[in-house]
């Protein structure tokens, strides 16, 4: 769902997310699908985040690698054309926003853990102590920045999906009643905790004195 989204945002055709300015730039200049670059980025970000303690979900590795190959799958299908009037880009572009909040909604309420952008993005928050619309918009803006010079999709649609998510996203959690800040998330050490044979482990061994 999230994944086909993105491709209604980029099927528009009037200029790309901040990410995905970044994705596209790169499947240009190396020569990959926009799927593949998303991957790539995702994966970077993956290590950064790691780097800097932040912990990671199996969620986190899912969206990473899944958002990606689902994007190039629908590409392949080819089920959506690229837009060619730009009030068409326009209802196309905001309906995908609208289908990447609802994945959002799933994919957060499953509580695996947060995608990179946004782990990356609370990682800062951590360490800046930075109000979070200034993380988000530091690593967004670092995005389209270096998508730009790499001559990524840039247009009209950039700045309706950089300041249009975040209402789409409230408008989608308000509707379902979701508060994502109840969600418990389970991280890779948590699911690794819970698996039978290291429950096993941990009960077998020895206890130590005070």
């Not at 990447?100 to 951590?126: H, K, N, Q, T």
């Not at 993380?135 to 300041?163: K, N």
């Not at 039978?196 to 009960?203: E, I, K, L, V």
């Amino acid at each position: 769902m999230y994944a086909f989204g993105i491709v209604l945002c980029l099927q528009a055709n009037i200029g790309c997310a901040p990410w995905d300015v970044l994705h596209t730039g790169l499947s240009i200049k190396l020569g990959m699908t926009v799927g593949q670059a998303s991957i790539l980025v995702g994966a970077l970000i993956c290590l950064i985040v790691f780097l800097l303690r932040e912990k990671l979900g199996i969620g986190t590795l899912l969206n990473m690698l899944l958002i990606g190959v689902f994007i190039d799958l629908i590409f392949s299908l080819e089920i959506i054309p690229a837009m060619d009037h730009l009030w068409i880009g326009v209802i196309v572009m905001v309906s995908g926003l609208f289908v990447i909040a609802l994945g959002s909604y799933f994919y957060i309420g499953s509580g695996f853990g947060a995608g990179p952008r946004d782990s990356l993005m609370v990682s800062l928050r951590r360490r800046t102590n930075w109000p979070v619309g200034a993380c988000r918009a530091l690593t967004e803006g670092s995005a389209l920045a270096l998508g730009y010079f790499l001559g990524g999709l840039v247009g009209i649609g950039t700045v309706i999906a950089a300041l249009g998510i975040g209402f789409c996203v409230q408008i989608v959690f308000n509707l379902l009643r979701f508060d994502p800040v109840t969600v418990k998330h389970e991280t890779l050490s948590d699911i690794v905790k819970n698996l039978p044979g290291h429950r096993r482990s941990n009960r077998n061994r020895p206890k130590q004195n005070a």
